[in-house]
């Protein structure tokens, strides 16, 4: 009988509403795409299928600027919803020289 009572908990009308109510929160997932776009459709087409559509995910593509990506592989630029193209390199030392030392 004569244990410790647990901890008073001090909750806010609008923190019991929320407990109350069934809404249920949203988890957003945002999938990257880095580099170049190679593979095939095949490839894209699972990559959509097994991850993009399970998860409810959004997709970004940060590929570099090339007409081989844009031509090949239109389901990925169709379900993208980020785009970041950048221009390729013709020496990627210089790329590296950006990269700012620790």
């Not at 004569?2 to 407990?19: A, D, K, M, T």
């Not at 929160?25 to 959509?48: F, K």
């Not at 081989?68 to 980020?82: F, G, I």
Request: charged share 15%; net charge negative.
């Amino acid at each position: 009988i004569g244990g410790p009572s647990p901890p008073l908990l001090l909750v806010s009308s609008e923190q019991q509403q929320f407990r109350n109510s069934k809404v249920v929160p949203t988890i957003r997932t945002l999938v990257v795409v880095i580099g170049n776009l190679r593979g095939g459709e095949a490839s894209w087409q699972t990559l959509v299928d097994q991850l993009l559509i399970p998860n409810n995910a959004d997709l970004a593509l940060v590929i570099g600027a090339t007409t081989t990506n844009r031509t090949s592989s239109h389901l990925l630029y169709d379900r993208a919803k980020y785009l970041y193209e950048f221009p390729e390199f013709t020496d990627w030392a210089n790329a590296v020289d950006l990269i700012p030392l620790l």
